[in-house]
């Protein structure tokens, strides 16, 4: 029996449910027609924040989200092969039949996914910083270090770190790269 009740043949799900890392049957997954969490709803909100202060100009949100648009299938593809190398690696450490050698292989493939995936995202976040101003670049690094000093005075405060679970309004270290906030954004005019 599966976790949902349900007799697995083959290793599979009937009614062509998915398997291992695939959410129950039923249970609606965040895509274009689905309303945002409250995560993607605030990161969206930082976004937004980011590129006003910045100073981007309708040409310029045009153009990046030209370049994001223009990788969807590539990125798609290179997380796709991250998920799959990954869950390979998981099977093969987890084998009954434990083989080394088996291990190194899978090991290797998800090296070599991340590393695909990681000069992907290099080559996007480039062609955005090719958009972007240097006086851009600079008012951004300004708001970069006044986000910062802000996240350090909320934690000297005794305030949790945030994300998650702690202060809704300051984001997270990773959220206040520049290129990557323009790269990954769903840009509204």
Do not use: C, W, Y
């Not at 007799?7 to 997954?29: A, E, S, Y």
């Not at 080394?100 to 090296?111: P, Q």
């Not at 770190?161 to 290129?179: A, R, S, T």
């Amino acid at each position: 029996l599966s976790a949902q009740g349900q007799v697995r043949r083959n290793n599979r799900l009937p009614g062509g449910q998915g398997g291992i890392n695939r959410p129950p049957f039923g249970i609606p997954q965040p895509g274009r027609n689905r309303p945002l969490n409250p995560n993607q709803i605030r990161k969206q909100q930082l976004q937004q924040r980011v590129m006003q202060a910045v100073g981007i100009s309708p040409e310029q949100r045009m153009r990046i989200q030209e370049i994001r648009r223009s990788h969807d299938d590539e990125v798609i593809s290179s997380g796709r092969r991250l998920r799959q190398a990954r869950q390979a690696l998981d099977r093969a450490i987890m084998s009954e039949q434990f083989n080394e050698a088996e291990v190194r292989r899978a090991t290797e493939a998800l090296a070599a996914a991340q590393a695909d995936k990681t000069r992907l995202d290099a080559s996007v976040r480039a062609q955005v910083r090719g958009v972007l101003t240097t006086d851009q670049v600079q008012r951004f690094h300004q708001l970069q270090r006044e986000m910062m000093r802000e996240m350090r005075e909320q934690q000297r405060d005794g305030q949790k770190e945030p994300g998650p679970n702690g202060n809704k309004n300051v984001p997270q270290l990773e959220e206040l790269d520049l290129l990557l906030l323009f790269s990954e954004a769903r840009i509204e005019n």
